[in-house]
């Protein structure tokens, strides 16, 4: 018990502490308990050991947050590449869905830390990425050459008088090269483009009566001859089917027929190649 008291007695005990300034004489004294200076010590220590904890905390919150934000872009960039990608599959799905590639051409729209390799992901996407790109820019090459290409016949329920080839002239009776075919029809039939282009030639143009002619690209034009009525202007684009004239018997005719010509690289090419092809645009 004695040596409680002589204890707290000592805990109690003031301790003065001087302070003097260099530019005063005067002196300031202040006597605190013992207790007292050792509670502010203890104070002091706990404050600076909490503003330690403070920063360092800060410092690992800065140093998330730049992590976290780094990787929010990362993902972000890469949800949008996975979008286009799914976009491109579906439209892969779509085309590779049909049978034949006329019906494909037609439907064309045209670490070991345990982190992730953002890097070498992205690589990959971008190398997918550009493979499909690859492949559609190819598919819309072929899709025009496609278009570009005559297919089926420019009327309906024809007869042939007279082929591709040497012949001898109806009207002459000389044996002359005929470079198209005559595809009789009755008066009016509708003469339809056989393939996409741009008209080149519409008017009356001496034995050929109205003519009608089609660039498509690609090497491809194609005349329709004799017309009655013609319905297009020049610089005019027509698509595969499109209404282009009625069929007439005006300039050297023997009768209401179509004398229709196709030229691949300034040279004419039998007709009836591309006639062949009219079944094959049939679903």
């Known amino acids: 018990m004695l040596k409680l008291k002589r204890f707290i007695r000592r805990l109690f005990t003031p301790i003065t502490i001087l302070i003097i300034p260099h530019s005063n004489e005067q002196t300031y004294r202040m006597k605190l308990p013992s207790v007292g200076i050792v509670m502010l010590i203890a104070i002091w220590i706990a404050f600076t050991g909490y503003m330690v904890s403070v920063g360092v905390t800060t410092k690992k919150y800065n140093e998330i947050k730049v992590k ?44 070991d830390s345990g982190s992730i390799d953002m890097e070498l992901l ?53 044996s002359e090269f ?10 009016g039939t509708e003469v339809r483009a056989t393939a996409d282009g741009i008209v080149s030639f519409a008017e009356w143009s001496g034995g050929s009566g109205n003519l009608v002619v089609i660039e498509h690209g690609f090497g491809f034009t194609t005349c329709y001859a004799h017309n009655r009525k ?49 079944g094959e645009d049939k679903p």
């Open 122 to 174: 992205k690589k990959q996407i971008e190398k997918s990425v550009n493979g499909v790109g690859e492949i559609k820019d190819y598919l819309n090459k072929q899709r025009n050459v496609y278009n570009a290409t005559p297919h089926g016949s420019p009327v309906s329920s024809f007869n042939i008088s007279s082929p591709f080839g040497w012949r001898t002239h109806p009207q002459t009776g000389r």
């Open 68 to 111: 976290a934000d780094f990787y929010y872009r990362e993902f972000t960039e890469l949800h949008s590449t996975i979008d286009s990608l799914k976009k491109a599959e579906t439209q892969f799905k779509k085309l590779f869905a049909f049978k034949t590639k006329e019906d494909v051409f037609k439907n064309l729209d045209i670490d």
């Open 230 to 278: 013609v319905v297009v202007q020049v610089g005019q684009r027509v698509r595969r089917g499109d209404l282009i004239s009625y069929v007439g018997s005006t300039g050297n005719s023997t009768g209401p027929h179509v004398h229709y010509e196709v030229w691949k690289n300034s040279s004419p090419v039998d007709p009836m190649v591309f006639l062949a092809q009219e």
């Open 178 to 187: 005929h470079s198209g075919l005559d595809m009789a029809v009755p008066l």
